[in-house]
């Protein structure tokens, strides 16, 4: 095989005089002609090191004169080229599979390594592909970017099988979700058993729970950048896979060689129309839509346009007669709406922007009828918003960031309706829509102190203006990186984070029909202040990478309620709000193999979470509802051969925590006609739920491809051993007239089948 070579493409004449400071900027492809995001690229003197766009592009600026290129990526050979810098260059490199390397090249794909950390300041953060998604068993079989989430160190889950993250001692609340840029609020299906994220349509995946960039804000705990595919085939492909639960489709289709293509992909679930071949009545499914277009006018814009809609539609009108309990009229509908324009444009030789246009609307609605009785309620939030990046990654030495981030939030938490005898006892009413606006400022700037000290400092302001109050919040970031030598690296970083929206809950597990509420006069931002130390490690052998990561977190203004409080239906909730103080502190650890035919990670997190408010628990610390003391996974995927892939994942967590009632004691009733059992309470949250473990197994064969056609089978069972997780605790009566409390589970042996298609 040929070694690595490329292609010098002059683009600018050079200009007068010596010693004149000179750009190289370059497209690294494979042998396929596919863009490689996230090659890493050094150029001598100075030793400048960036990693590749998105797009596969990087940039430099240095002086004339003799100039040694390098650039890496597991599984492909290293390029290497010396050469003499007259003028501003273009270079278009292409690199080639690694002979010995080539089946692990089919493994991972082009996968965004987790071991590319070392060469930067980023902790606290993992990046995952589309491949590493569908590779992993799940419930139903159907592949799902946030229960893989759960698998990772510092996060932990809700109830079993909910797509809720609880991000080092955070609420659920506090994870900023992005899909191309603009916010999903509700990221569930089936009242959050399975996420809103088709599969088939991601590019790469990025979570950060820590030493966060200063372009990211709005949330507390976590980050989840989602990012679509922006390819540009030459042909129309088309993708789909037919499961248990849901089936999914994607046409890819240009339009114009290079230039402009468009992809659309639908998902929904078949359930209701199975169980009418059975002669049976499920009012229920849900879909999802998502539609991008990708445009590249010029050698210098690329523009993208993304949307999304899903719904979840439970309709009990359509049931036949003989099935509907009475004169009984229900529907429910929830559904989310996203859309993002994001316009790049390299605007010289050092500069580029990115303006990205967001709109993201979230809603719900129930209606139900009994006899004269209605109830009809609903809530909604809209958010129109934007962004605008500038960055250079060769502004002498220095990589920079800086740009402007504007968000309008308006916010109808609850509009109740009823009529008949029902309006007796829960009368009409409505709480004031509230509109927030969220606006910063932030730059960032990394380079390097020395040969083996590397730092990143960011400044973020943010703002919140409400009806006659405005909240400023400088949020600092710092991080730094010290090189032990080529394997090892020692971090360190703290960042603080400011919110504006929080979502207000009452049930031990998160609904997709809970309260979002914006800050008001009464309500403050609630603020993070988070430390991270870590120690990131790589054996290139063996294809491992491994981190050691310890944090402490202060959250302060944290929303909570008194105790006793109503939340349900209750539109005047806010003179029921409290704000408190948390604090959550661990220690994380992450081996990752990312290479060869055993693929896969172990993950481990020892960590705390408590609460401090000043009506609960007599002002005394508690631990918080997710507190969970050991959360561990095992994720293992292997090459049998080229058809052939095992997959398991074996998860263990602690329980959840609750507050018991210890006994009951007798008053009068206010009557006087009889007696009240008034319940005592033991400390809050001061018993934990069982822990639990799970095994899943999977067998994916993919079949000999054909000149067009490619089929995949994926086969496998969801809780091998059949141990139920709890999804909460209630109380029955015991025959001796005492009481116990019993944990019932949810979802125990499920065997699933799939099978995915592509031509």
Known sequence: MKQLYFFTILIFSSLPGVAQTLEIKGIVKDNEGERMPQAYVTIMPGKLQVATEKDGTFSFTTKEGKVRLS????????????????????????????????????VTSKAFLQSDQLHTTRMSSVTLTGKEINSIPVLG????????IQLLPGTSKGVEGSTDLFVRGGAADQNLVLLDGAPVYNTGHLLGFLSVFNPDILDGVEYMSGAFPAEYGGRLSSILDVRTKSTFPDK???????????????????????????????????????????????PYYFYDLNVKVNYHPTARDQVELSTYAGEDILDFNGLSNRRRQGNVVSKSD??????????????NNEWSSTLTLVRSVFRYSIFNKFEDSQLFVKSNIQDLGGKLVLSSDSLQGLSFKGGIEFTN????????????????????????????IEASAFVQADGNATERLRWSAGLRMSSGIVSGKT?????????????????????????RMAQYLHRVSSAAVSFPTDIWYPVTKTVQPQTSNQYSVALQHTIPKSNLYISVEGYYKHLDKLVGYREGTNLFL???????????????????????????????????????????????????WYFSRYDRRHNGALVLNYQLNKCISLSAVWEFISGSRFTPIIGQYIVPAPSLGGFNLVPVYAQTNSVKLSDTHRLDLGLKYRQKAHKYFQGEWFVGVYNV???????????????????????????????????????
């Open 71 to 106: 650039i890496s990526y597991t599984g492909f050979q290293h390029f290497y080229s010396t050469f003499f810098l007259q003028k501003d260059t273009t270079l278009i490199i292409t690199l080639q599979p690694s002979v010995d390397q080539l089946k692990e090249v089919v």
């Open 141 to 148: 079989g159907e592949a799902d970017l946030l229960k893989v």
């Open 236 to 282: 129309t492909h088309v993708q789909g896979n037919i499961g248990l639960l849901a089936s999914r489709l994607k046409i890819e289709q240009p339009l114009i060689k290079d230039k402009l293509t468009i992809w659309v992909a639908g998902r929904r679930t078949y359930i209701d129309q199975v169980m009418k071949l059975a002669h049976q009545e499920l």
């Open 334 to 347: 929830i559904g989310n709406s996203t859309q993002s324009l994001r316009w790049r444009r390299k605007l």
């Open 409 to 436: 939030h308006a916010v109808s938490p609850n509009i109740i309706s009823t009529s008949g005898e029902l309006s007796q006892l829960l009368e009409s009413s409505s709480t004031q829509s509230q509109n927030c």
């Open 471 to 495: 909240y400023v919040n400088p949020e600092p970031r710092l991080a730094l990186r010290y090189t032990v030598n080529d394997r090892t690296t020692v971090k360190a970083s703290y960042s």
């Open 570 to 620: 209750n539109n005047n909730f806010e003179s029921q709000l409290i704000q408190g103080e948390g604090r959550a502190y661990g220690t994380e650890v992450l081996i990752k193999k990312e290479a060869g035919k055993l693929t896969g990670w172990i993950s481990y997190t020892l960590s705390w979470s408590q609460r401090k408010f000043n009506e609960i628990n007599n002002d005394n």
């Open 721 to 759: 051993y059949n141990r139920a997780a709890p999804i909460g605790i209630f109380i029955e009566p015991k025959n001796d007239g005492s009481y116990q409390y019993v944990q019932p589970g949810l979802f125990g042996l499920l065997p699933f089948v799939s099978y995915g298609f592509k031509f």
